[in-house]
């Protein structure tokens, strides 16, 4: 067995294990220490957290709140299903601070700049960006999510989560292609998953509840697992 194939076996072996851990993580897992359930499965995630500090993102409609925080918790609540099922996790960021040091008139630019500093360092096997959405009519809702075009890995990744989000939201979207930073500074597999539209009053409202931001970071998760068994079965 070569080199290669050999990490994948060893990867499809831990991600059974991982299946096995989060079926019987779900349902227990919010605000509990999960991260020792399960050894290292050697699978690096950045999870990337869209906007922050002065940059909040899109702003509901209704209850107007920030995409920037909902974002962080949707990130924090997949990066422990990850951690449980013994994913190596890296946040770009872990707070409601934006990446751009003092806020000048670049900081956009310094705070993209920066995830993608952030990913190089840590090399990911994948990079999971979250947003949320806003459409000027206001019936569009459900998980939309993004790869680079040329990204074949990004596709299946991108397909794999965008099916969970559809079994979430009843909505039978397919994951588009997106000219994005995110997605462009590297080549890594990468998708941008917008979690829902902030420009619908239900989907607002679901998405500032605790229980709705566990199903998305679960959707999200469930995608990974089994985007990562397909690949594994495509190179042995
Ligand atoms: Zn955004």
Redesign the pocket.
């Known amino acids: 067995m070569s080199r290669f194939n050999k990490k994948r076996f060893t990867v499809i072996t831990a991600l059974i294990l991982t299946v096995l851990t989060a079926v019987f993580c779900i349902g227990a897992i919010n605000g509990q220490d999960v991260s020792s359930t399960q050894a290292d499965n050697n699978i690096k995630v950045v999870i990337d957290a869209?906007?922050g500090g002065v940059d909040s993102?899109?702003i509901g409609n209704k209850l107007k709140i920030k995409?920037s925080d909902i974002n962080l918790k949707i990130t924090k609540k997949l990066e422990k299903y990850l951690l449980s099922g013994g994913f190596i996790v890296s946040l770009t960021r872990s707070s409601s601070a934006g990446l751009y040091g003092v806020a000048t008139k670049n900081r956009k630019r310094k705070d993209m700049e920066k995830r993608k500093e952030i990913i190089n360092k840590i090399k990911p096997d994948m990079v999971i960006s979250i947003?949320?959405n806003k459409y000027t009519s206001s019936n569009r809702h459900g998980g939309q999510v993004f790869y680079k075009n040329s990204d074949k890995l990004g596709k299946s990744l991108a397909c794999s989560i965008q099916s969970n989000f559809n079994a979430l939201s009843g909505k039978g979207y397919t994951a588009l292609t997106g000219d994005y930073y995110i997605l462009n500074c590297t080549d890594i597999p990468s998708v941008i998953c917008e979690c829902g539209f902030l420009s619908n009053e239900e989907e607002e409202r679901l998405l500032a509840t605790d229980e709705y931001q566990d199903k998305i970071a679960y959707s999200i998760f469930k995608g990974i697992i089994a985007y990562l068994y397909e690949e594994s079965f495509r190179y042995l």
């Open positions: 869209g906007h993102g899109a995409e947003h949320l």
